[in-house]
T-cell receptor, first 115, second 110 residues
Framework: NAGVTQTPKFQVLKTGQSMTLQCAQD?????MYWYRQDPGMGLRLIYY???????DKGEVPNGYNVSRLNKREFSLRLESAAPSQTSVYFC??????????????FGEGSRLTVL | DAKTTQPNSMESNEEEPVHLPCNHS???????IHWYRQLPSQGPEYVIH???SNVNNRMASLAIAEDRKSSTLILHRATLRDAAVYYC???????????FGPGTRLSVLP
């Protein structure tokens, strides 16, 4: 079972370059999320998609764009990378079940360094 | 989103029980209490969650205070593999935003 798959796992960018982080889940979940984690910190929500065709801003959306390509895939784009975006990025998915909130399933993370 | 407060770090000896506390004094009636843990260099993984009653699963137990203003995650016998950062999170029913604080870093001593 693959679960949540993120690519790439590592990336080094120069300031001003653009890139897209890809995320795919095979659990048929409706909801998908992008988080970032800075050293020694908890995770902060960047964007989420409650269902196919919808996206919403989280706590720290500035400098990022997202696309919910289909039910399986949710991508995160950095249009003009900045050193402050150096972080580990996690994609997650969940299913909001009737009467319950559903658990989050996380990918292994993508470590991004912006020079 | 309601806020949670956890100790920055805790230590335990291997094979002993561990009680990880969490305060959430501003919890509302529709907030579920979730616990996740993050092993080194991995994404967080679900541990347990509950609303009002105590909960048990194969990984841990969750004890929720009667007033719901605090909860405790109980690992019955700590192993070296349980060394991780543990996050206590409140999630509104059907809510989309899990808010992760800094969590508690648990060290397990052999």
């Amino acid at each position: 079972n693959a679960g949540v798959t993120q690519t790439p796992k590592f990336q080094v960018l120069k300031t001003g370059q653009s890139m897209t982080l890809q995320c795919a889940q095979d659990m048929n979940h409706n909801s998908m999320y992008w988080y970032r984690q800075d050293p020694g910190m908890g995770l902060r929500l960047i964007y989420y998609s409650a269902s196919e065709g919808t996206t919403d801003k989280g706590e720290v959306p500035n400098g990022y764009n997202v696309s919910r390509l289909n039910k399986r895939e949710f991508s995160l784009r950095l249009e003009s990378a900045a050193p402050s975006q150096t972080s580990v990025y996690f994609c997650a998915s969940s299913e909001v079940l009737a009467g319950d909130t559903g658990e989050l399933f996380f990918g292994e993370g993508s470590r991004l360094t912006v020079l | 989103d309601a806020k949670t407060t956890q100790p920055n770090s805790m230590e335990s000896n291997e094979e002993e029980p561990v009680h990880l506390p969490c305060n959430h004094s501003t919890i509302s009636g529709t907030d579920y209490i979730h616990w996740y843990r993050q092993l080194p260099s991995q994404g967080p993984e679900y541990v347990i969650h509950g609303l009002t009653s105590n909960v048990n699963n194969r990984m841990a137990s969750l004890a929720i205070a009667e007033d719901r203003k605090s909860s405790t995650l109980i690992l019955h016998r700590a192993t070296l593999r349980d060394a991780a950062v543990y996050y206590c999170i409140l999630r509104v029913r059907y809510g989309q935003n899990f808010v992760f604080g800094p969590g508690t870093r648990l060290s397990v001593l052999p």
